[in-house]
């Protein structure tokens, strides 16, 4: 074997070497990505389940309609409409002015 076989058998053996340690390099570049990539999803899968926790414990709260404010006084519009109908009666001559005393006194809570 002359000086050219050796050269091209060191071409040959160098080449093959270098395939080898690509695949490898390849074959692990590709493992690790699916580690990497698994590992990346258990992290955002325990994010969201953080965030998912947070958002329900934060909640807008709920109000509620607040009542009609009372008329001038103190006095409640249905109560203003009571003793109307009260002074009407009163007025057709169906209650007393005793009667209407008693129950006034009970629509103002006195």
């Known amino acids: 074997m ?3 076989g050796g050269i091209a058998r060191t071409a040959v053996v160098a080449g093959t070497a270098s395939a ?6 390849r074959r692990q570049a590709s493992k690790f990505a699916e580690k990497d990539a698994a ?4 992290q955002q899968e325990a994010y969201d389940a953080q ?8 909640q807008e709260p709920v109000y509620q ?12 519009n249905d109560a203003i409409q009571q003793l109307k109908e009260l002074a009407a ?4 001559g169906i209650l007393t002015e005793q009667e209407f005393g008693v129950q006034k006194a009970k629509i103002l809570g006195g």
């Open 20 to 25: 080898v340690s690509g695949r490898v390099q």
């Open 39 to 42: 590992t990346a999803a258990k």
């Open 2 to 4: 002359g000086l050219l």
């Open 65 to 76: 309609q607040q009542p009609p404010p009372p008329a001038a006084g103190g006095i409640s």
């Open 89 to 92: 009666l009163k007025e057709q």
């Open 51 to 58: 965030m998912g926790q947070q958002q329900a414990a934060y």
